[in-house]
T-cell receptor, first 115, second 110 residues
Framework: DAGVIQSPRHEVTEMGQEVTLRCKPI?????LFWYRQTMMRGLELLIY????????DSGMPEDRFSAKMPNASFSTLKIQPSEPRDSAVYFC?????????????FGPGTRLTVT | GQQVMQIPQYQHVQEGEDFTTYCNSS?????IQWYKQRPGGHPVFLIQ?????EVKKQKRLTFQFGEAKKNSSLHITATQTTDVGTYFC??????????FGTGTRLTIIP
């Protein structure tokens, strides 16, 4: 299995630009999670989906952030407009079922730098 | 909000010494998971603890879940250079999402 796939691996953009991060979960996994990791705030859950439906987006920082999962094999996290404080590593993770039973498999992450 | 506190933030040990990191929550957890993240890498699942007082071992790693399900620990015996990384606990407070601790960064002095 290829594992969770994220693209791009690195993104450098200017403040005000739109940024789209992409994720392909492991085939057959029903849950997909988006996390953000920074030195100051650690690992934060932004949003998670179950069977392509957003379940909890309470971690999304503000309206500039949006996430979609149009089908079981693809999800996007979009930031528009981007700001320097959005600089972080963004991880996508998937799980075959509820985390009450199963573990998460993380992708390699996208390192975003907003200048 | 619900938080999981983890200590220490950093730990430097001589190779061969033991290492322990602790997690604490103010409220009862449904379960707790442990992850390891190598420098520049992504978190990798180590283990899940569900039952009160549960103890699980993986070779040199011993994981414990407190009787009140509010705290947990990871102990590594005789550390090796391959143990370098940041160890995170992550707890579930009755829903389906993990709240990650702040992590303990372990460095090994050869």
């Amino acid at each position: 299995d290829a594992g969770v796939i994220q693209s791009p691996r690195h993104e450098v953009t200017e403040m005000g630009q739109e940024v789209t991060l992409r994720c392909k979960p492991i085939s057959g996994h029903d849950y997909l999670f988006w996390y953000r990791q920074t030195m100051m705030r650690g690992l934060e859950l932004l949003i998670y989906f179950n069977n392509n439906v957003p379940i909890d987006d309470s971690g999304m920082p503000e309206d500039r952030f949006s996430a979609k999962m149009p089908n079981a094999s693809f999800s996007t996290l979009k930031i528009q407009p981007s700001e320097p404080r959005d600089s972080a590593v963004y991880f996508c993770a998937s799980s075959p079922g509820t985390l009450l039973i199963y573990e998460q498999y993380f992708g390699p992450g996208t390192r975003l730098t907003v200048t | 909000g619900q938080q999981v506190m983890q200590i220490p933030q950093y730990q430097h040990v001589q190779e061969g010494e033991d290492f322990t990191t602790y997690c604490n929550s103010s409220t009862t957890l449904s379960n707790i998971q442990w992850y390891k993240q190598r420098p520049g890498g992504h978190p990798v699942f180590l283990i899940q603890l569900v039952k009160s007082g549960e103890v699980k071992k993986q070779k040199r790693l011993t994981f414990q879940f407190g009787e009140a399900k509010k705290n947990s620990s990871l102990h590594i015996t005789a550390t090796q250079t391959t143990d370098v990384g940041t160890y995170f606990c992550a707890g579930i407070f009755g829903n389906e999402k993990l709240t990650f601790g702040t992590g303990t960064r372990l460095t090994i002095i050869p």
